[in-house]
């Protein structure tokens, strides 16, 4: 079958096979977007600098905090905030959506810092929940549009809610139950501290004993040598 699919493929003339084939990937490629809109952060610049710091930092501190030895849920924050942007961007005619993306990751952290004192360039002393409308105050001062601010802080609270709100609540329960998949995919087994190994597994044991009558064996050895010499 794919033989023949090759087959005739190639047999089609060659310069209605490129185009043909240019426009197929081309349009194919388009997919792509729902996933590199989330990689780009406009040219090299300040903007660009300022967004790789607060990315990198706040990314790494969920991952070394609360998400720490929880890959798979950190992973299925990620899916569940690039869908609900994606869809929100959609109506906001948003095509780029690595700020608001960052923006996110900065407002979940806050939430679940909520005592840490931060300072800002050394203007401005406040409590971690501040500091993404902190964020998106700067950006208006830089003339930019808040709407991608606001998408982030938006997307953030609705995970925080799902995630640590709703299910402390009286009647709450978990919803956003990170599937099976993930933890296969992404979580490393994780040792049971209870586990006792099997005597056969211990060293210097065996399973018939023998290897405690080749010691015994070895030793009587010994002694019949010592006694010869």
């Known amino acids: 079958m794919a033989n023949s699919v090759t087959q005739e493929y190639m047999q089609i003339p060659a310069v209605t096979r490129a185009y043909t084939t ?21 040219p090299l610049g300040f903007s660009f600098l300022f967004n790789m710091i607060f990315l990198y930092r706040y ?15 950190f ?3 990620f899916l569940f905030g690039g869908v609900l942007m994606t869809l929100f961007g959609l109506f906001a005619n948003l095509f780029f959506l690595g700020q608001a993306f960052t923006i996110m990751l900065v407002y979940v952290w ?4 909520p005592y840490v004192r931060m300072n800002f360039f050394g203007l401005l ?4 929940p501040f500091l993404p409308w902190v964020l998106m105050g700067f950006s208006l001062l830089l003339g930019n549009s808040i709407v991608i601010d606001l998408l982030g802080i938006g997307v953030g609270h609705i995970y925080y809610f ?15 139950a990170t599937p099976g998949i993930f933890r296969v995919l992404f979580d490393m087994p994780q040792e049971d501290p209870n586990y006792a190994p099997l005597p056969e597994d211990q060293s210097g044991i065996s399973l018939n004993g023998q290897g405690v009558e080749d010691a015994g064996q070895g030793q009587n050895d010994e002694d019949l040598q010592g006694e010869e010499n």
């Open 22 to 42: 240019a426009c197929v990937l081309t349009t194919a490629a388009v997919v792509w977007r729902l996933i590199t809109n989330f990689l780009f952060f406009g």
């Open 59 to 73: 990314c790494r501190m969920l991952e070394e905090g609360s998400f720490r030895g929880r890959t798979a849920d």
């Open 75 to 77: 992973v299925y924050m």
């Open 110 to 113: 806050s939430r679940r810092n």
């Open 125 to 128: 002393n406040f409590q971690a």
């Open 162 to 176: 799902l995630e640590d709100v709703f299910p402390n609540q009286p009647g709450g329960r978990k919803l956003l």
